[in-house]
């Protein structure tokens, strides 16, 4: 995905964490009703990424990563803290699919998607990529270094989508 002839190292970001490495790195997740924000800072090709599970976290006590308000907000004042001019920073969202057999996630997908719309309209960054909602899942690589993403839709999810994580689970 970069021109660089190098490889670089690659990180599986599971849910409830997110990543913004030093160096260039492909940061690949796998979302269903979850939902995952990248950043990109142009100017400084830096970028980084977040996957959440759920829209808001219940209390304070439990604001944590795992919650769409807490990942996004975090990712936001990270970069922000950085590069303090939004004129550089690109947002990418991605996920929040529901599949056919669990119509109970639909409230949650949504949720997810529009918190994080919500959070980065609010803090001026433009989003460039959306690639939400839908029945199927995704399989998402993002390169930190040139800011490209990468998407995989998936009816199931197999052993090849974690690849090369297969042994991680």
Not at 22 to 27: C, L, M, Q, Y
Not at 102 to 119: C, H
Not at 138 to 156: A, H, M, N, P, Q
């Amino acid at each position: 995905m970069t021109d660089n002839q190098e490889i670089l190292p690659s990180y599986l970001l599971r849910p409830g964490f997110l990543f913004i490495p030093d160096e260039g790195t492909v940061i690949s997740a796998v979302l269903g009703s979850c939902v995952a924000v990248a950043l990109f800072d142009r100017k400084n090709k830096k970028g980084g990424m977040n996957h959440f599970l759920y829209p808001h976290a219940p209390d304070a006590k439990n604001a944590t990563t795992f919650y769409g308000n807490v990942a996004t907000s975090t990712l936001i004042r990270i970069f922000l803290k950085e590069q303090p001019s939004r004129k550089h920073l690109e947002a990418m969202i991605f996920g929040g699919a529901v599949h056919a057999s669990m119509p109970q996630a639909q409230k949650v997908a949504e949720k997810n998607i529009n918190i994080a719309q919500s959070l980065l309209e609010k803090a001026g960054i433009t989003v460039s990529v959306a690639d939400t909602g839908g029945n199927r899942g995704r399989k998402v690589i993002f390169d930190t270094l040139s800011g490209e993403s990468l998407v995989y839709r998936v009816e199931r999810l197999r052993s090849g989508d974690w690849y090369p994580y297969e042994g991680m689970r």
